[in-house]
């Protein structure tokens, strides 16, 4: 009996590999060429749009004639009167003047890369085939779960992985919230469990 059920948990723990793996893969592959070429043109403008030229001080009067000061540096107030941080503006002023350039140098670095490391799925299909290997990986994380849960009710030990999901270890469903634990987990006893990413614990089923 013992050495059937850590033999089923052992083979899902290789399904489970797999799919982590290839969900790994997927979410590293390169957006598509319209894509790269889009986020491109974002960080243009939006670099662009960032570039704070001392205007109030050239047209600001001046007594003994001297000229403003013209620095690439800007200056991140603390908003205590000091100053946090400074930072460059030299990219600003490249994208403001030479936009066109630069988008002709970063798209071809662009292409070397895809050249590289192939084209990914597009966003909507790349969404959609990580939401399926989670899927598949939550639903592999809850047979093993299963099958630790009936090995130990049958006095049999078995080790949970070091990144086993804590909310499959504790029965948590979120998407499922009315729907009951096997027995065998509900048995358990503690108080709280902490969400993964938050501060706020959660009962435990």
């Known amino acids: 009996m013992a050495v059937e059920i850590r033999g089923r948990v052992d083979a899902l723990r290789l399904e489970l590999e797999a799919a982590k793996a290839e969900r790994d893969s997927v979410a590293r592959l390169p957006q598509t060429p319209e894509e790269t070429t889009a986020a491109v ?13 001392p205007i109030g001080s050239f047209a600001a009067p001046s007594d003994d004639g001297r000229l403003p ?48 490391f192939g084209s990914g799925l597009p966003a909507g299909e790349r969404r959609a085939k990580l939401e399926q290997l989670d899927a598949r990986i939550l639903q592999l994380e809850r047979r093993e779960e299963d099958l630790i849960d009936s090995a130990e009710a049958e006095g049999i030990e078995i080790d949970r992985r070091a990144d086993a999901n804590v909310w499959v270890v504790f029965g948590i469903k979120v998407e499922e919230a009315g729907e009951a634990p096997p027995a065998s987990r509900a048995r358990r006893t503690r108080s709280s469990v902490q969400a993964p990413d938050s501060g706020d614990p959660l009962e435990a089923a």
């Open 41 to 53: 043109d974002r960080w243009i403008a939006d670099t662009a749009a960032r570039w704070q030229p």
């Open 69 to 116: 000061c013209f620095s690439l540096m800007l200056p991140i107030p603390d908003g205590a009167g000091g100053v946090v941080s400074v930072e460059s503006q030299a990219e600003s002023l490249l994208c403001v003047l030479f936009g066109d350039r630069v988008r002709v140098v970063l798209l071809e670095r662009c292409e070397e890369n895809l050249a590289r």
